[in-house]
């Protein structure tokens, strides 16, 4: 059975078995920026946007995404052109591992559709479930502020 929804600007219909996770279903279709961490909804490595809404993937069954638009990193910026968060995040030295970072920035990209001009504490609320193991959080705040 197949379900159809928009995939980083493609309607993709995709085939999906009992229990697949948008996570699972992200990674073997090599969309590497989702990254698999708890499993768990608790480690926010799995950030997507799911109708401009941040959602951990690992939470989101793939068959519930009839109709919905999902959005990957690989869909913000490219190797060529980074977004604007992308490129603050380099500047101010917040680029954190690969594990971390596609999350945060995910985040950081819900609540700039909300919020064009979020406050420190909006910014830190964005980013309460993201976790980064190595407790960096500072440069990331400085980076979206
Ligand atoms: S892997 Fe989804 S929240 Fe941790
Ligand atoms: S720098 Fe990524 S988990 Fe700490």
């Known amino acids: 059975m197949k379900v ?5 600007g493609k309607t993709t219909a995709a085939e999906f078995r009992p229990g697949l996770t948008l996570l699972e279903y992200l990674r073997e279709s090599g ?3 989702v990254k698999y961490g708890c499993d768990n909804g ?24 009839g109709g919905k638009t999902v959005e990957t990193l ?8 980074l977004h604007r968060l992308q ?18 920035l995910m985040a950081l990209e819900a609540l700039n559709r909300e919020n064009p001009a ?5 910014v830190r609320d964005a980013l309460a479930g993201n976790l ?13 502020l």
């Open 42 to 65: 608790e480690c926010g490595a799995c950030t997507v946007l799911i109708d401009n809404q941040a959602q951990n993937a690992c939470l989101v069954l793939l068959h519930t995404l």
């Open 31 to 33: 969309l590497k920026s």
């Open 118 to 122: 979020p406050g420190e504490e909006q």
């Open 4 to 8: 159809k929804f928009k995939l980083n």
């Open 74 to 81: 690989e869909s913000l910026g490219s190797h060529d052109r």
């Open 87 to 104: 490129e603050k995040f380099i500047a101010a030295g917040a680029i954190q591992c690969g594990y971390c970072t596609p999350g945060m």
């Open 132 to 144: 980064c193991r190595c407790t960096g959080y500072v440069k990331p705040v400085e980076a979206a």
